[in-house]
């Protein structure tokens, strides 16, 4: 008995120390990925739904890992958030962005504005509203083709920081939308007084649309009073018909999801961006 205790404390000691150097691995793995310029930029069309026509796109992260291919968000984000490395990596998908947008202009293509997810860190931890201004003018982009997108939870309301760093984002004419909304906890008065001009409705509540007769009931509240307070409204995570023409029905200005598109590469957006897609 002595001897089966003495081995499982080591036993536990060594997965311990295990975990941490796995933990230590994967952050240099994550960071040599950053600096070898693995990650790449997916892109998903969001449709108005008064045209049927692409108005923008958001901006989705993968990891294009040389043995392990293309790596989704899931995998890698959260690591990156814990260990901070999520403001460099924002910062490249600041600069990836305005330089695809460029590269769509000088070839003469359709552009649409593009939004970018930031995170709390990046407010918190840098000065992300410089970050974009250089990232702009570096690469020649207009203001209001970009769009931020910052989830619920990251506002918190006495959050003074985050609050001037939205303004001066608005100031410099960047479009600013609530990401998921519906899972955290803002009220559509703070929505307000930061004066943001999206709101982007958890996919959650998309889904619930065919399921019970109150599924409506939220989107139809949301909608009244986001657009009373002059925002938009965006519904994620659309699969199929029947939510795109309820959520027509309701009066949502714009759908995004798997039934108008599967985020692209950004060789293939050009066809979305030619046609109409309702
Ligand atoms: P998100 O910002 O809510 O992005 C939408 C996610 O829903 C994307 O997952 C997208 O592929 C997925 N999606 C789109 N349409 C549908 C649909 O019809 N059904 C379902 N079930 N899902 C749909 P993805 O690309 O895996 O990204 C996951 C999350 O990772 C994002 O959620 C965002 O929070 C985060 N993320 C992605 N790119 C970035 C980035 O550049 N920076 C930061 N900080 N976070 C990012
Ligand atoms: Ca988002
Ligand atoms: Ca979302
Ligand atoms: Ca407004």
Redesign the pocket.
């Known amino acids: 008995v002595k001897t089966s205790g003495k081995m499982s404390y080591r036993f536990f000691d060594r997965q311990y120390h295990d975990s941490i150097r796995a933990r230590i691995d994967r952050k240099a793995e994550l960071r040599h990925a950053l600096d070898a310029d693995q990650l790449i930029l997916y892109y998903?069309p969001r449709v108005e739904v008064a045209t049927g026509e692409t108005c923008s796109m958001?901006?989705?992260?993968r990891w294009a890992h040389p043995t392990r291919g293309i790596l989704?968000?899931?995998d890698f984000?959260p690591l990156a958030e814990e260990t901070g490395l999520?403001v460099p990596l924002?910062e490249i998908?600041i600069d990836k962005v305005c330089a695809q947008i460029a590269c769509w202009s000088r070839q003469a293509q359709p552009v649409v504005p593009v939004s970018?997810?930031?995170?709390p860190r990046q407010f918190n931890e840098s000065d992300v509203t410089t970050v974009l201004r250089k990232a702009l003018l570096r690469h020649g982009v207009a203001p209001a083709l970009v769009e931020i997108?910052l989830t619920e939870s990251s506002m918190t309301a006495d959050n003074v920081h985050v609050a001037r760093s939205l303004e001066n984002m608005q100031r410099l004419g960047i479009a600013l939308a609530v990401?998921?909304f519906g899972t955290g906890y803002s009220s559509l008065s703070q929505l307000q007084r930061l004066d943001f001009d999206v709101l982007k409705v958890d996919?959650a509540f998309t889904a619930e649309l065919e399921k019970t007769r109150e599924g409506s009931v939220f989107f139809t509240a949301i909608i009244t009073m986001a657009h009373a307070l002059g925002m938009r409204v965006v519904a994620?995570?659309?699969?199929t018909a029947g939510q795109a023409r309820q959520l027509k029905q309701l009066d949502c200005d714009e759908l995004?999801?798997?039934?108008i598109s599967l985020?692209l590469p950004a060789t293939e957006t050009q066809p979305v961006l030619a046609r109409c897609v309702l």
């Open positions: 998903q958001e901006a989705l992260v989704e968000p899931i984000i999520i924002g998908v970018i997810n930031v995170s997108e990401d998921d996919k994620e995570g659309v699969e995004q999801g798997y039934f985020p």
